[in-house]
């Protein structure tokens, strides 16, 4: 199963960004892909900042994301949160990130998607808690 990072999402959203077309063959595939509400949240953040849409034209891209096989399954935040706090010293990344890491492990998912480099950079630590990174 793979998380998909919110980056990934808003460059399948956007025909202009960089990363469309491998969000495209990303999010094409038969595998099971699942965010959180962690991702809910940075994906209404980033396009209530950085377009004009309203919010019930963001809260359509967040209703989009069952017609592209992203699932958002419920998640206790609680123990997402509870999560982060034992790994963040390990990986040493952005709050986000680590909300985001806590809750692919959470949601028992083997592959992490997403385009941001620090992801990458920190692979190996990632590695130590179940996750191999896809870009």
């Known amino acids: 199963m793979y998380y998909i990072d919110t980056n990934v999402i808003i ?3 956007s025909k202009k960004d960089v990363n469309h077309s491998r969000a495209m063959k990303i999010l094409n595939n038969s595998d099971r892909m699942v965010t ?9 953040s980033v396009l209530s900042r950085a377009t004009n849409l309203d919010a019930d034209e963001i809260e359509a891209f967040v209703d989009y994301l069952p017609e592209i096989k992203v699932e958002v399954p419920e998640v ?14 390990m990986i040493r990344m952005k709050t986000l990130d680590i ?29 130590h808690i179940g996750l191999r990174i896809k870009s």
């Open 76 to 89: 206790d935040m609680n123990r997402v949160i509870s999560n982060a706090i034992e790994i963040v010293v």
């Open 11 to 13: 460059s399948f959203l």
């Open 99 to 127: 909300l985001h890491l806590s809750a692919s492990m959470i949601l028992n998912a083997g592959d992490f998607v997403t385009f941001d480099r620090e992801f990458s950079e920190k692979e190996n630590e990632i590695a």
């Open 36 to 44: 959180s509400p962690v991702a809910i949240l940075e994906l209404k």
